[in-house]
């Protein structure tokens, strides 16, 4: 079975610029979150979709969005890049609904992002 | 609220030594707990989870870790380091907060090995 697909995995933007990231889950799966991890402040939730509805949401300004498809894929969206925006942001995905209790997810490898 | 700390940051043994990596938590309910391992340059593994059932919880590569609901402890344990282990460790417990389960990630120990 494959795992939690991310693309594109390296990108360099320039500030001001835009980008979207892609998130395939593992086949199955229907609730994906997005995770920001920088070296200062280590892993931040910045969202969870389930059934292609935002059901959780983290502390980040609006530039930051996302959706989910039907096939459960996921894109999330940075507007307007900053410096302080270079982050490994994380994927991943689990089977069980949110508002469940014991939900295990699964991370892929991430997507490297660099504004300059 | 919950809450989870990784009372190390950084943690070096030698290759063939015991790892004892060290996590307390904070939960006003049953919590689930986990441990995931981040090796450079990728993503999170899952290594293992506690969800109330054995409190004794084998994970893979070795590694296990205890429930310890009187000492609010959930340690990461291995009995001999491989320098494969060297990676950044991550405590994890769930909060269920307005109706939403979420994640509640410590600031992670870095474990290096030695030869």
């Known amino acids: 079975k494959a795992g939690v697909t991310q693309t594109p995995r390296y990108l360099i933007k320039t500030r001001g610029q835009q980008v979207t990231l892609s998130c395939s889950p593992i086949s199955g799966h229907r609730s994906v979150s997005w995770y920001q991890q920088t070296p200062g402040q280590g892993l931040q939730f910045l969202f969870e979709y389930f059934s292609e509805t935002q059901r959780n949401k983290g502390n980040f300004p609006g530039r930051f969005s996302g959706r989910q498809f039907s096939n459960s894929r996921s894109e999330m969206n940075v507007s307007t890049l900053e410096l302080g925006d270079s982050a490994l942001y994380l994927c991943?995905?689990?089977?069980?609904?949110?508002?469940?209790?014991?939900?295990?997810?699964?991370f892929g490898e991430g997507s490297w992002l660099t504004v300059v | 609220a919950q809450s989870v700390t990784q009372l190390d940051s950084h943690v070096s043994v030698s290759e063939g030594t015991p790892v004892l990596l060290r996590c307390n938590y904070s939960s006003s309910y049953s919590p689930s707990l986990f441990w995931y391992v981040q090796h450079p340059n990728k993503g999170l593994q899952l290594l293992l989870k506690y969800t109330s059932a054995a409190t004794l919880v084998k994970g893979i590569n070795g590694f296990e870790a205890e429930f310890k609901k009187s000492e609010t402890s959930f340690h990461l344990t291995k009995p001999s380091a491989h320098m494969s282990d060297a990676a950044e460790y991550f405590c994890?417990?769930?909060?269920?907060?307005?109706?939403?389960?979420?994640?509640?990630f410590g600031a992670g120990t870095r474990l290096a090995v030695h030869p």
């Open positions: 994890v417990v769930t909060a269920f907060s307005g109706g939403y389960n979420k994640l509640i």
């Open positions: 991943a995905s689990s089977f069980q609904n949110p508002t469940e209790a014991g939900n295990t997810i699964y």
